[in-house]
């Protein structure tokens, strides 16, 4: 039946939705921890405290923002 194939065809869009926003809500938390773990111990190795830290913490917080706006872009908008 048609309708069974259309159905099945908006669940498996409706799971794709999903699993980009949950993705995206995982990314985020994760791109500014690892900026600042890096930052972290660059800042531990060459005693420049709190400047690297901050720097590859923001450097997380674009990656964050680059990968939401090509998920953004990615989207067929419906």
Do not use: C
């Not at 065809?9 to 995982?26: C, H, P, R």
């Not at 900026?35 to 830290?53: E, M, S």
């Amino acid at each position: 039946m048609p309708d069974d194939n259309d159905n099945d065809k908006e669940k498996q869009k409706n799971a794709k939705d999903f699993y980009e926003a949950a993705t995206l809500g995982v990314l985020f938390p994760v791109a500014m921890g690892v900026g600042f773990g890096i930052g972290y111990g660059l800042d531990k190795v060459f005693h420049t405290w709190p400047w690297l830290t901050g720097i590859f913490t923001v450097f997380g917080i674009a990656a964050a923002f680059v990968q939401l706006f090509r998920t953004g872009s990615n989207s067929d908008g419906g």
